[in-house]
C-alpha cells in the first residue's frame, strides 16, 4: 500500500486543481454601513451542457487519519466548490489525469475557513471532513446528463497526516 502524506493546502500547491476559497489580506470594500468586508468573486464557476450552479448542502460523515484512499472521482461537466459551514480543517485530496485516470494522488489539509473550487474534470477523492459536523455549502452544476465519473484503485492508498 503506497503512503500519502499530507500537506497545508496552499494557493500555489492547489492551482493546477482549483481554487483555495478564503479571505484575502483586505476586502475588495466595505459594504452593510461600513461593517463588512467584502471579498469579491473568489472562484470561478464553470459548468457545460446547459448546466446551472446550484447551491447545496452536504452533511458527511467524519472521517479520521489514517485514511484509505480507495477511489476518485472527477465531474467533465461542471466546476464544484466546498465551503465549510464550521471552522474546522478538512482533507482534499486531487490527482493530475493520467490518460483518462486518476496520477499520483496529493493530500491537503485546510485551515479553518478554507474551501476549495475543484476545476472541472479534477480527479478528486469524496468530501472528507475530519471533524464532526461534516457541514458544507456546495456550488455545482445542476443539469440534465451524466456529470460523474469515477474511478476504483487497485490498491488502495493510505493517507497520513505529516
Not at 6 to 15: C, I, R, V, Y
Not at 101 to 121: D, E, H, V, W
Request: hydrophobic share 40%; aromatic share 10%; proline share 10%.
Amino acid at each position: 500500500m503506497t503512503t500519502i502524506l499530507t500537506k497545508p493546502l496552499t494557493t500555489e500547491d492547489f492551482a493546477p486543481f482549483g481554487e483555495v476559497i478564503t479571505l484575502r489580506a483586505s476586502p475588495d470594500k466595505l459594504i452593510n454601513q461600513g461593517l463588512c468586508g467584502r471579498h469579491h468573486d473568489l472562484a470561478s464557476l464553470d459548468f457545460t451542457d446547459g448546466g446551472r450552479a446550484g447551491i447545496s448542502l452536504f452533511d458527511a460523515e467524519p472521517r479520521a487519519l489514517p485514511y484509505e484512499l480507495t477511489m476518485m472521482e472527477r465531474h467533465p461537466n461542471g466546476s464544484q466548490a466546498f465551503l465549510p459551514m464550521t471552522q474546522h480543517p478538512f482533507l482534499v485530496i486531487v490527482a493530475p489525469d493520467d490518460t483518462g485516470r486518476p496520477g499520483m494522488p496529493k493530500a491537503f489539509l485546510t485551515s479553518p475557513g478554507q474551501g476549495i473550487n475543484f476545476y472541472r474534470n479534477t480527479w478528486h477523492g469524496v468530501l472528507t471532513p475530519l471533524h464532526a459536523p461534516g457541514l458544507f455549502a456546495v456550488i455545482d452544476r445542476i443539469g440534465d446528463g451524466p456529470n460523474l465519473e469515477e474511478f476504483w484503485f487497485d490498491e488502495p492508498y493510505t493517507v497520513l497526516s505529516t
